[in-house]
């Protein structure tokens, strides 16, 4: 959408016109989908977020200043919206270590011509494997990685420590690792 258009989108949903909120909704709604379904792993989850994440972006829609990326914009709101829902549902799942599955990483590393196939696997298999990960380790990984947040933003989100925050990414990459090896292993054969 340029920018023109989108300004224009923009101000109509700020007066509250109905057709122009719905087709902002449309427009951005498969985007913070896929930004909620980071994380939480049940699509009905998701879709609440989405509800409440675009119920948040309409009454902060007057503060975008148009400097940076709406889309950016509105993935802070939803990354925050899925953090809150997160908080709701449990008391908090940031300071515990849930994933049972934590293990070291292969000895013998892949070569070099399977780690090209191994950054090539579909979106939808790497996304699986991160909705797998403790909502501890899911919600910093999310943070750190899609979102671009540091780790000391991240421990004053999350309430944790930057060391916690460290911890829970290098855990979260090893057992994303250790997923990601055992699926392609078993498309390989």
Not at 165 to 184: D, G, I, P, V
């Amino acid at each position: 959408m340029e920018n023109p258009d989108l300004k224009k989108l923009v101000e109509a949903c700020i007066r509250g016109e109905r057709k122009a909120q719905h087709a902002f909704f449309k427009a951005y709604y498969g985007k913070m989908m896929a930004v909620c379904l980071r994380y939480v792993k049940d699509r009905d989850s998701a879709q609440e977020i989405v509800q409440d994440g675009f119920i948040k972006v309409f009454d902060k829609l007057e503060l975008f200043d148009f400097r940076g990326s709406i889309e950016g914009w509105m993935r802070r709101i939803f990354s925050n919206t899925a953090i809150d829902a997160i908080r709701k549902s449990k008391r908090n799942p940031f300071l515990s270590d849930q994933d049972n599955d934590f293990k070291t990483p292969a000895e013998n590393p892949m070569e070099e011509k399977e780690s090209l196939e191994f950054l090539q696997l579909k979106y939808s298999m790497a996304l699986d494997c991160v909705n797998k990960l403790s909502p501890a380790y899911k919600t910093v990984f999310n943070l750190y990685v899609f979102e671009e947040y540091s780790h000391k933003e991240i421990s004053e989100i999350l309430g944790i420590s930057e060391g916690t925050s460290k911890s829970n990414l290098a855990k979260a990459r090893m057992n994303l690792q250790k997923m990601l090896e055992t699926k392609y292993t078993l498309i390989k054969s």
